[in-house]
């Protein structure tokens, strides 16, 4: 950042996700954080941070701060949210650690964030809107849709797509060039070796599907 104006980072979810942003934005030269929360104003802040407002409160104040971050765990929500205040004028910058290692050739999504000890290899995508978190391994020419999240110490290898809201759980590994679909969830540990339609969670190794209930 080269601006001489105070760089200002407003954070909707005032969640232990939006702990995590919180640090990282600082870590990264923002200045000051603001936190926004649907629980406001019963809640006035989170560990040392203040809460400044709710939802409606960002989306009338949303021009002024130099970035907003979604600390919204739910997909879906997330998404939809930064979508909206998008739309009203908000600027979405990625987040990354400095402490991951993005390459070059990767590009990163409007609003994502990439936490420490993150992994994107060359060619890798990330989308809008998606949480790739502690540690997480995105191999080469993987694709990660808009508002996916691939949790701590999740590993993709090469190729791998994971299509829109789908959640990739801790722990869990992906084989070359398997197809995600959106809306999938992949539980912690799995081993995907095949391909996921659409709506589907799996979890186990390998990877199967169960029914939720
Ligand atoms: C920074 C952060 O904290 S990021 C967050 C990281 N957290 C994660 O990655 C969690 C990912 N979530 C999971 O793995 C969840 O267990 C889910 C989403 C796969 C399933 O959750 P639920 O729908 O609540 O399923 P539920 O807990 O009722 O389990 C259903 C069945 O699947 C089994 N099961 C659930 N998760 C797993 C798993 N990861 N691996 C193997 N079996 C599993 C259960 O034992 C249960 O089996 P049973 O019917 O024989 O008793």
Request: proline share 3%; aromatic share 6%; with cysteine.
């Amino acid at each position: 950042m080269s601006s001489n104006e105070v760089q200002t980072c407003a954070i909707l979810g005032a969640s232990g996700h939006g702990k995590v942003i919180a640090e990282m934005a600082e870590l990264c030269g923002y200045e000051e954080i603001y936190f926004f929360d649907d629980r406001w104003p019963a809640l006035q802040g989170i560990e040392h941070w203040s809460v400044f407002g709710d939802t409606a409160s960002l989306f009338e104040s949303c021009l002024k701060f130099t970035n907003v971050v979604i600390a919204i765990g739910n997909n879906t929500i997330r998404i939809e949210k930064q979508r909206l205040l998008q739309s009203a004028g908000a600027n979405f910058s990625p987040l990354c650690h400095p402490k991951s290692h993005i390459s070059s050739y990767a590009k990163i999504g409007a609003g994502s964030v990439v936490m420490a000890n993150a992994v994107i290899n060359p060619f890798a995508y990330v989308g809008n809107g998606c949480i790739i978190n502690t540690s997480a391994v995105i191999e080469h020419d993987c694709s990660i849709e808009d508002g996916a999240h691939v949790s701590p110490g999740a590993m993709l290898a090469g190729g791998v797509c994971v299509g829109e809201t789908s959640w990739v759980g801790i722990g869990a590994q992906v084989k070359q060039l398997v197809k995600i679909g959106s809306r999938c969830v992949v539980g912690a540990g799995a081993t995907v070796v095949n391909d996921i339609s659409d709506g589907l969670t799996v979890v186990g190794t390998p990877a199967k599907p169960i029914v939720q209930g």
